[in-house]
């Protein structure tokens, strides 16, 4: 078991290569009581049980839970059993349902504790680490939310066994992304025949803490988190969200690296170890040509567009994020020929 220490409102440990299950009871031991929330799949999936003082909340899956109507269930249950301020919430799921259990309890009560036990890759390496909460809206996608850190990351590899090899593959692009930015060492171990996902896992969230532990609240630091994020999120929308959140990251991932060799002098070695890292998880590196006049507009919603003018997060070597600024609208249509198809 190692653990890492994040600062923020709060500091908080995530803690690699606990027993999931067993944490859920450590937890009803330190409260009164505790309300977990988890798709109902997966509470099926890992045969969770009421107790004493545990009270579940079965969700929807995926994104279908970051809802208000959700939200107002929960609520509602925090009500009928009298959650109060020495009780806890805990996120048992995704990063959809860490996303939602973390918004439930920074709103129940103006905020009460909570723990994130995150079952899925990219849960573990990114959404459930930095405190950022929230569901989606009418007025789109994870526009309604709050930073509210967790009292606790659990993390249990072992639930990795049941993900999909999809949502394992999605997950690995973020895992692949704190390489580029920050550990290289994560770039070879994830070309290891036999993954040690435990390792990987606590090199990708080291990379994430010690940066959201810099910069919380997103002022400018935490912006290399968004490396293949800016192009990721107008491909993830153009998508209609068929494809998953890391796939989207992953073709982004290759633009900004094809863009940071044109501004940054990143070496053509490195821009082609994106394309085939992601490939070997069968992520895919290329987007229809015809997309991109929608793509196009969709980067100008970016919220690190200031100005009407693009930025994008790249990098100069590997480890070494840049930003780079002011991006023409000429430059990026050439490079958009690159990731093409
Ligand atoms: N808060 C943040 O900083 C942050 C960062 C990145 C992503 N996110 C959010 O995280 C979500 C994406 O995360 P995700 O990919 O985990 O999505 P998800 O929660 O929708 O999970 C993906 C699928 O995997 C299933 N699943 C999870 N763990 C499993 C397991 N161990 N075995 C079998 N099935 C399992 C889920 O039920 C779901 O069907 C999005 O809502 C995104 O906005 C938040």
Redesign the pocket.
Known sequence: MRSINVKSDRNYQVVVGVNGLESIKEICKDHNKVLLVA?S??IR?FKLKEGKNLTLFPTP???NQ?TVATLDRIWKKCAAIGLSRQDAIVGF?????T?LAGFAAATWLRGITWYAIP??L??MV??SV?G??GINSSAGK?LIGSFFSPAKVLIDPT??K???KR?LS??MAEVIKCGFISDYRILNLVQDDELDYSQLIYRATKVKSKVVSKDFKESKLREVLNYGHTLGHAIEKDSKYRL??GEAVGIGMVFAAELSHELAGLSEDAVQLHRELLQNYNLPVSYPRGRWKNLSTLLLMDKKVKQSKVRFIGISKIGKPVWLEDVSSSLLAKVYERIAK
Do not use: I, V, W, Y
């Open positions: 798709p799949s997966l999936l899956d995926g994104e970051k799921g995704g990063g959809a349902t996303d079952t899925s990219a849960g990114d959404a930095g950022k909460t994870n639930f990795l049941k993900l999909s949502d999605a997950g998953r959140h």
